[in-house]
């Protein structure tokens, strides 16, 4: 195993000019700023920090960790969304993230895909580290969240790169976790975060497409 090229795809992957589009979406956190739930620099850090901890960020690890052991949990991560914009999030991604990935690097990944469940069959396929694949769909995540904040709070970008570097312990931390904890303890308690994604569906106007 060779993980200054797991390094190298990974940080392809989960870049900003990876083609699949991540930046229209906003996981609920537009409707969180609008509401004044998020508004400064200290609750956009806590709001990340717990999606990634105890919401979809965490449940996202455990499909991709599940998938790339070969576990059939597509449907099951669909079903799991919190209402139909998270779905869409979910689908769009992945069927982006495949047709890149296909044309790309020669794979075969199926229609169909959620984005998790995607990222962990290529990664299987191009026998990445399951650890470091975490750690980096994790960041990705963050980042992109932390974006959307930069932009609709709005913070300057310093602030944002400090919300970053905050999360780096927790992306850590749950990275090298997920990767040894049985998909039997999978579930979230970011009952805010799903409300506002659900709330976001009847927006208007609104930037991001969840």
Known sequence: MDLNSDIQIL???????????SFAYSHGLETAIEDKVVSDPATLTDWV???LEYGSGRNDSFFLRASH??????????????????????????????T??????????????????AVGIASKKLDLDISLT???YLQGFASNLISVGVRSIPIGQISGQRCLLQM??????????????????????????D????????????????
């Open 11 to 21: 940080q392809n992957w989960f870049s900003p000019s990876f083609p699949i589009g």
């Open 49 to 51: 920090g717990f999606i």
């Open 69 to 98: 052991e070969g576990e059939d949990v597509n449907q099951l991560c669909l079903s799991l969304s919190a209402g139909s914009e998270r779905q869409l999030e979910s689908l769009e991604l992945g069927r982006a993230f495949t």
């Open 100 to 117: 890149v990935i296909n044309k790309s690097y020669g794979l075969s990944l199926p229609k169909g895909l959620a984005y998790p469940v």
């Open 134 to 136: 975490l750690q980096s």
């Open 168 to 193: 780096f312990p927790v992306i850590k931390k749950l990275g090298a976790q997920l990767a040894e904890t049985p998909s039997i303890e999978l579930g979230s308690c970011a009952f805010i975060g």
């Open 195 to 210: 409300l506002m994604s659900i709330q976001h569906e009847k927006s208007i106007p609104r930037l991001y497409r969840t």
